[in-house]
């Protein structure tokens, strides 16, 4: 893990289309050396080993974007190890690159899929189009259906802990009067939104349920400031303070950001952003190189 975050760059991941390239085809570049680096990692050992956690009870889901069908699609990467199939393993990496697959900068998957004996190919992107971080649906009482099957509800409370990849307050950028600019930070913006309310809506659930809600998440006063989404200065400053956090005895928050417990209590939980690393603080990512 240490080796696939902390030293790729972005020609590991892409390739720049030519502007031509990117007006008259489905993204802005090529994920040809993605599909190289998974291919390297993901091969039919780790197909065996995480079917072999999937017999033991173990679930490993993946949520992709089916655009056509304007809906989230969660694949059980167990099952698809289990199957036996012989295109099991391409489809297994197809899944994992399309859940990266951030529209229009990279380009969709296409599984081949088949419906009312016709064929037709799925376009798959990022499942954060959908959810930035997902559970079960809200519409799904799993208490209520043990009960109507006789069954007493199960005295061990489930834990449900979600990591947010990213960081929950809003930091302030100056935005110069230009497209170029506007539309990254509106982008940028939506997606951190986006991904509060998925943390909501989770919450709301394990309260439903009467599972133990703990939330971790990019601290806050991490400074994470650059131009390349893949620099690796950036990359392994989060990998450190990631470890030393855990290292450390991680305090998962309890509730959502802003979230209080009744009207009159302004107090907030506990954030990781608050947690001690070291004897020096925080680790902050220097500005520049």
Not at 107 to 126: F, N, Q, R, S, T
Not at 137 to 164: E, H, N, Y
Request: aromatic share 8%.
């Amino acid at each position: 893990m240490k080796q696939v975050y902390t030293t790729v760059s972005s020609r590991d991941i892409f390739r720049l289309k030519s502007l031509f390239g990117m007006l008259q085809t489905d993204a802005m570049s090529l994920n040809d050396p993605l599909a190289r680096l998974t291919a390297e990692y993901v091969d039919e050992k780790m197909l065996a080993d995480i079917a072999a956690e999937h017999a033991k009870g173990r679930r490993l889901f993946i949520g992709t974007a089916a655009l056509d069908a304007q809906r989230p699609v969660v694949w059980n990467m167990g099952a698809i190890a289990t199957s036996g199939h012989p295109d099991a393993l391409e489809l297994f990496r197809k899944v994992m690159i399309a859940s990266a697959a951030v529209p229009v900068v990279f380009p969709p998957v296409y599984i081949p899929v088949e419906a009312g004996g016709k064929l037709y190919d799925e376009m798959h992107v990022d499942g954060g189009v959908a959810h930035q971080v997902f559970l079960y649906g809200p519409v799904l009482r799993p208490l209520a259906a043990v009960k109507s099957l006789g069954f007493s509800a199960p005295r061990r409370k489930g834990r449900v802990f979600v990591l947010r990849n990213s960081q929950i307050k809003p930091a302030w950028q100056s935005v110069r009067p230009l497209v170029r600019s506007i539309a990254p930070r509106t982008v940028s913006s939506l997606i951190k939104s986006q991904g509060i309310g998925d943390i909501y809506r989770i919450f709301a659930t394990t309260q439903r349920d009467g599972g133990d809600f703990n939330l971790g998440y990019i601290p806050d006063q991490l400074d994470t400031t650059r131009s390349d989404e893949f620099d690796n200065r950036v990359m392994n400053v989060l990998f450190e303070t990631g470890y030393k956090l855990a290292r450390h005895g991680y305090r998962w928050q309890k509730v959502p950001p802003g979230f209080t417990r009744d009207a009159t209590d302004d107090s907030t939980a506990s954030t990781p952003a608050r947690e001690k690393l070291d004897d020096d603080g925080p680790i902050v990512a220097p500005r520049g190189r």
